[in-house]
């Protein structure tokens, strides 16, 4: 009797400690409810002992992703249900892929918890904040073309729509969100041809002034390789010019003289017409 009274005492004990006991998950704040209505301090992350008439709400405050798309790989599974954004924009509509990355701000959450009439925080995601983003999506993409979203001006996208959820979604929800980014942008099949069209167009255009630069680059070329071989020739003629002046400048009567004294005891009586020329008379 004694040790089945001992066993029963143990299970009390134990099924009060299980009743008496709550977690908060890593990364996650907890809001406090009963009967008696919502407490204004939250709890932190871990094991914490309370009345059993009393529960625990989860909001998290660190980094959450949430994902809009059409691709099943960006949710880490082989199916998913397309959450893809037909956002509007200037020239047509795009189908974006966005993923949005946010925590809730702990000051905020009992707030939260009460506006929102005891649902946490991923309940309040998936049935009122999701949607929410996407309409605020959709109120910012069309400042911008179909062609800065595609590729021109992607992160100035990313930017305007951070900064307008983080407006948003701050004084409604108390969230931070810290980036927004579209990870894919899909035109449909009429824009998508406009699309290749102009950036083939682009393409030519490089390709074109890439070919005239290169040809302007090779006429310069050209155009040093003449210059330097005409100066070669005029430094040569130049130099014969000089040599030749030297020559002519350096026939004096003096050398003239001289070089008939050198024939004439060379070849007899000669006559000299120039510095190297002989002329011999028969005697």
Partial sequence: MKKFMAIFVAFLIAVGAVLCTERVHTGYVGVIYSAKGVEQQTISQGWHFMSPLKHVSEFPITQQRVVFSNAPSDYGAKEHADWHIDAPANGGTIAINLTVNYNFLPEHVVELYTKFGGMDGESLME??????????????????????????DRAGVNTAITDYLNEKLTAEYGINVSSALIVDAQPDDTLMQKIRAKEQAKQDAEIAELNKQTALA??????????????????????????????????????????????????????????????????
Avoid: C
């Fill in 218 to 283: 090779q006429a310069e070329t050209d155009k040093v390789k003449a210059q330097t071989e005409a100066d070669v020739k005029m430094i040569e003629a130049q130099a014969e010019a000089d040599a030749n002046k030297v020559l002519s400048e350096s026939i004096t009567p003096e050398l003239i003289q001289m070089k008939e004294a050198e024939a004439r005891l060379k070849h007899g009586w000669v006559t000299v017409q120039g510095a190297d020329t002989v002329v011999t008379k028969g005697e």
């Fill in 127 to 152: 049935s009122k904040i999701q949607n929410d983003i996407i309409a605020y999506v959709k109120e910012v993409t069309p400042q911008f073309s179909v062609m800065q979203i595609y590729s021109d």
